[in-house]
């Protein structure tokens, strides 16, 4: 089961990654942080359930930087929602 776990984590970053090279998508698009978060979080999980140290901090890192930037995402268009007539 936990290598189901770590295929779905790695193929979420990775078609994030590969859509945005290939430009279907922005970096700032709900698709590609929500695919880096999830991804990124499951496989965060893994790596601390097999106490494999370094892994767990690249993937905490990841999965923090992109839940930041869709927090900044909701954020502004909460603003924007606000600002509107």
Known sequence: MEQFAQ????V??????IALQVGAVEATSWSYLLLNVLGAAVLAV???????WGFLLLETVWTAV???SLIRKVQ??????TRSP
């Open 46 to 52: 893994v790596a601390a359930v097999d106490r494999d």
């Open 12 to 17: 979420a970053i990775l078609a994030a990654f």
């Open 76 to 81: 502004e268009r909460r603003t924007a929602r």
């Open 66 to 68: 992109s839940a930041w």
């Open 7 to 10: 295929i779905g984590g790695a």
